[in-house]
T-cell receptor, first 111, second 114 residues
Framework: GEDVEQSLFLSVREGDSSVINCTYT??????LYWYKQEPGAGLQLLTY?????DMKQDQRLTVLLNKKDKHLSLRIADTQTGDSAIYFC???????????FGSGTRLSIRP | DGGITQSPKYLFRKEGQNVTLSCEQN?????MYWYRQDPGQGLRLIYY???????QKGDIAEGYSVSREKKESFPLTVTSAQKNPTAFYLC?????????????FGSGTRLTVV
């Protein structure tokens, strides 16, 4: 069945770049998403990418998609303390009635 | 402002009681979803609804019930049959049945059994 996998934790130094990785199994995935969850809050959609794209950039965020390897990454440039959160990778194959979420990667920032 | 509202933010339940979590959206979204999140874990789908008066079981529907009498509202009842209900519950909605542009989430309800 469909599955989305992420590493559970990532720690980076303030000002460095953070790279959060994700792999998925559904080769028919049409849309892939990155969500951010701050403590005690809901999920906020950060960005999404269509499967016919390789890269999408939005200010400090860069999403890279390797469709052949079914690998998605989110790069956050100049990581700040406000970026501390859980980041969820998710995918949708366009015809399914629901989005499949990964388990989330907790990003912590060191001074 | 359009959005999705969950209430209450915190809820305490005694063992053996049913409780209902509210979820309301004014985004005119067709589809609505309920997820459960346990500490340090991802999201697990409880129920979803793509249209009024219709809903489908998700991966962990046992011990839960829902209704979708209005497009704006998708309440979740946690019944006494749910043996481990303490968790963070998230409601979401989307603007088309394919969820192509992602979900909008509420701010969550934290349920604790006392």
């Amino acid at each position: 069945g469909e599955d989305v996998e992420q590493s559970l934790f990532l720690s980076v130094r303030e000002g460095d770049s953070s790279v959060i990785n994700c792999t998925y199994t559904d080769s028919s995935s049409t849309y892939l998403y990155w969500y951010k969850q701050e403590p005690g809050a809901g999920l906020q959609l950060l960005t999404y990418i269509f499967s016919n794209m390789d890269m999408k950039q939005d200010q400090r965020l860069t999403v890279l998609l390797n469709k052949k390897d079914k690998h998605l990454s989110l790069r956050i440039a100049d990581t700040q303390t406000g970026d501390s959160a859980i980041y969820f990778c998710a995918e949708n194959n366009g015809s399914a009635s629901k989005i499949i979420f990964g388990s989330g990667t907790r990003l912590s920032i060191r001074p | 402002d359009g959005g999705i509202t969950q209430s209450p933010k915190y809820l305490f339940r005694k063992e053996g009681q049913n409780v209902t979590l509210s979820c309301e959206q004014n985004l005119n979204h067709d589809a609505m979803y309920w997820y459960r999140q346990d500490p340090g874990q991802g999201l697990r789908l409880i129920y979803y609804s793509q249209i009024v008066n219709d809903f489908q079981k998700g991966d962990i529907a046992e011990g839960y019930s829902v209704s979708r009498e209005k497009k704006e509202s998708f309440p979740l009842t946690v019944t006494s049959a749910q043996k481990n209900p303490t968790a963070f519950y998230l409601c979401a909605s989307s603007n088309d049945r394919d969820s192509s542009y992602g979900y909008t989430f509420g701010s969550g309800t934290r349920l604790t059994v006392v």
